[in-house]
């Protein structure tokens, strides 16, 4: 399974960004999608994640700010970032929890980052 991220740039505070994550090759199920972070200095967090049944959760401080989907036809993720903050730069990472065959274990796979930086 291999994840490709695209959408991130540079925004000025209180702008909108739309990250897309499509995932390919030999995949069997995705269960969990998600997107993570990293800022400089700083342990990468969950920011958002969607079950294959659409069910969500978000990191507090993106609450009402950011959207997260998924096409699960097309086995991509999305991230609608708005009202971004200078406190929402950082290296965004797309994860999936997924089974490349049906009898492989579920695991973790992620994709390259996409860097996002929020101008003040």
């Known amino acids: 399974v291999q994840l490709q991220a695209s959408g991130g740039g540079l925004v000025q505070a209180g702008g909108s960004l739309r990250l897309s994550c499509a995932a390919s090759g030999r995949i069997f199920s995705i269960n969990i999608m998600g997107w993570y972070r990293q800022a400089p200095g700083k342990q990468r967090e969950l920011v958002a994640r969607i079950t294959n049944g659409g069910s969500t959760n978000y990191a507090d401080s993106v609450k009402g700010r950011f959207t997260i989907s998924r096409d699960n036809a097309k086995n991509t993720v999305y991230l609608q970032m708005d009202s971004l903050k200078p406190e929402d730069t950082a290296v965004y990472y797309c994860?999936?929890?997924?089974?490349?065959?049906?009898?492989?274990?579920?695991?973790?796979?992620w994709g390259q980052g996409t860097q996002v930086t929020v101008s003040s």
């Open positions: 994860n999936a929890e997924a089974q490349a065959m049906s009898i492989s274990p579920s695991r973790n796979y």
